[in-house]
């Protein structure tokens, strides 16, 4: 499962509010996505800032992480800032694949720089530009 949030990953997860000006809900046939938002939904800064949660089932772990890759790829939102290309760079990072992560795992990487590689905010900004 992944939630999407009109957060700005490159602001500290700063809220997003704003309005949805194009959305698009990928198309799988094994995938649920539960959402509320539309074209032209708002987005206020007083509540959670959730916008859709993915999700997908597999046999096993690496075909749901390759299924969920691929959700990801294709959702798009703009007019907000949003965790989607954040979380594309995460789930293929090879310690996720491999399932050695823990819970202070994020706070390390982020900690170490390991994050400082922009391809996530590159490709968030070109979602939301």
Do not use: K
């Not at 997003?16 to 938002?37: E, F, K, L, M, V």
């Not at 959730?50 to 007019?79: K, W, Y």
């Not at 990487?109 to 994050?115: A, I, K, N, P, Y």
Request: net charge negative; hydrophobic share 40%; proline share 6%.
């Amino acid at each position: 499962e992944c939630r999407i949030n009109a957060e700005d990953p490159a602001s500290d997860f700063a809220p997003s509010p704003g309005r949805i000006d194009a959305w698009q809900n990928p198309r799988y046939i094994d995938a649920r996505i539960d959402t509320h938002c539309r074209p032209g939904s708002g987005v206020p800064p007083f509540y959670d800032s959730l916008l859709a949660n993915l999700m997908v089932r597999r046999q096993f772990r690496t075909q749901a992480i390759d299924a969920m890759a691929a959700l990801l790829e294709d959702s798009h939102i703009s007019g907000v800032a949003t965790t989607i290309g954040f979380q594309r760079f995460l789930i293929t990072r090879p310690e996720f694949r491999r399932g050695e992560i823990w819970t202070g795992w994020l706070s390390s990487m982020l900690e170490s720089g390991d994050v400082v590689d922009t391809e996530w905010t590159a490709r968030s900004a070109q979602v939301i530009a």
